[in-house]
């Protein structure tokens, strides 16, 4: 068994964030399975400070005890694998010159969490068409899946049923997009248990259905609930939510912090200091919440480390 988390380097780790990797890290443990630490810096790797965000976030999990195994994978450095699935999957792609605008127009309704499945606009262009278009627009690449229905199961969700739209596999700009670089890499590194958070649901039935095409077996599942602030919503670094960094500075030792998440994990009751490793026996996925976890910085920054 091997399971993974998989940060982009764009923000600090905050609570949320190391609750979801302490899962993970529970999940893949438990079962004596293989954990594994893969940087998404695939966008960011331009961006000034991403190598610098990214050791911190290697120094953050590091710090509260969760180990990983073997080398860190850099999305960075995997061109050449995602070239390789891309040369498997010739024939089956498709130069895309649409604008976000075109997409935007075109009479689509856009899912739950605003993604607009695209209608298909250049999947039939002609090879003149797509060779005068070049000559004004760089093109993306799309994969043909044209509306195939995709369920896959989550651990706590269920079944999530989507059609599976003609979706991006390498960006406008060159760069692979995501749902290419994280199935090749799960793909290469293994990983049979994706445990994430639940933005990404909704990109499971796409990932589970390009698992299958580049010829692999579909991980098993298991979005976790995020972390929201007091008025609902989901924390975020840019928002000032609280990060591993402020908790360390005002003098938390790695325990405690262990410890508040356990805690919302319904784990550890009653100890204020606890190590990821003294959760392994306690720990069982049902136990997992199933809706966000609340934080409120003011009460968590405001009332310092607890006291054992
Ligand atoms: N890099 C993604 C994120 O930080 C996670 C991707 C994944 O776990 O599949 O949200």
Redesign the pocket.
């Known amino acids: 068994m091997t399971g ?5 380097p764009t923000s600090e780790l905050h609570l949320g ?1 190391v609750r979801t990797a302490l899962i993970a890290w529970l999940m893949a443990r438990r079962e004596g399975g293989r954990f594994l630490l893969r940087i ?1 810096d695939l966008d960011t790797q331009r961006m000034a400070g991403s190598s610098q965000i990214a050791a911190r976030q290697e120094a953050d999990l590091a710090w509260l005890g969760l180990t990983w195994d073997g080398e860190v994978m850099l999305q960075s450095r995997r061109a050449n694998a995602y070239a390789a699935a891309l040369e498997s999957l010739q024939g089956r792609a498709y130069e895309c010159f649409c604008t976000r605008r075109d997409i935007a127009e075109a009479a689509v309704a856009p899912h739950g969490d605003g993604y607009r499945p695209y209608p298909g606009t250049c999947r039939e262009l002609s090879a003149a068409q797509r060779a005068e278009r070049r000559g004004s627009r760089p093109a993306a690449l799309r994969i043909k899946a044209a509306g195939v229905v995709q369920t896959v199961n989550d651990l706590w969700a269920g079944d999530v049923t989507a059609v599976v739209d003609d979706f991006v596999l390498v960006r406008n700009d060159g760069t692979p997009a ?1 749902n290419l670089a ?1 199935v090749v890499d ?1 793909l290469a590194q293994g990983v049979d248990q ?1 445990v ?2 639940d ?2 649901l909704s ?1 499971a039935p796409r ?1 589970a259905w390009l698992t299958r095409q580049l010829g692999g077996e579909v991980p098993r599942y298991a979005h976790v609930p995020l972390a929201v602030n007091p008025s609902g919503r989901r924390l975020a670094k840019r928002e000032g939510d609280v990060t591993l960094a402020q908790l360390r500075d005002r003098g938390w030792a790695p325990e405690q912090v262990v410890a508040l998440l356990a805690h919302s994990l319904e784990l550890a009751r009653g100890r204020d200091r606890v190590r990821p490793a003294d959760l392994l026996e306690e720990f069982a996925p049902t136990q997992v919440p199933r809706s966000p976890w609340v934080v409120d910085p003011d009460v968590v920054l405001g009332t310092g480390p607890r006291q054992a």
């Open positions: 993974r988390f998989a940060p982009t964030n998404e995501y994280v799960d994706v994430r958070g933005d990404l990109s990932q």
